[in-house]
């Protein structure tokens, strides 16, 4: 059994490395992950993949992101993310792609809000502008880079923490 000082240092240790623990959960970013077809007067269905990372969700207006900004992407010149676009006589986000390759714009229509929300999201066929066009959308939080690095820390620190309680214990009590 622990005497009372030993005991009182090492719940106060237990309480700093869970501290260390919860500070090691952090917030990074947004990323947008979008796959999808879209068809045009040139033909199709041409495919659209993209994915970008931004430092937070995408609000209010209209944001462009030049390949260069994108983790990936493939069939695109440039991405803008627009939101309430008025598409079809109602507000919503739209995702724009320039396809260069294909020379043609295409307009992915996604409801209201989808820009600032956590979620998947698949395009509803009837706000379409462009017959056949397909896409989903994924919004997702990115864990801070530095998260896991942290979480390893905070462990070591628990783990020598518990070993010195533990040596302090077997000198006290000699055996």
Known sequence: MLSGTLKGRFMLKQFVCSLFFCAAVGHAGVIYTFTGTGTSVLGGPFSENFQYTAPGFLTAGSHTIPPTDLNYCSGCGFVNFNQS???LGHLAD????ADFPHSSTFVYIFPLGT???FGTYVLDQSTQNSVGS???LVVSDTPEPGSAGLMLLSLAAGALFLRRVKTAYVQKSGV
Request: hydrophobic residues 40%; without cysteine.
């Open 94 to 97: 739209q995702i724009i792609i």
């Open 85 to 87: 676009g008025g598409a």
């Open 134 to 136: 397909t896409g989903t």
């Open 115 to 117: 820009f600032g929300t």
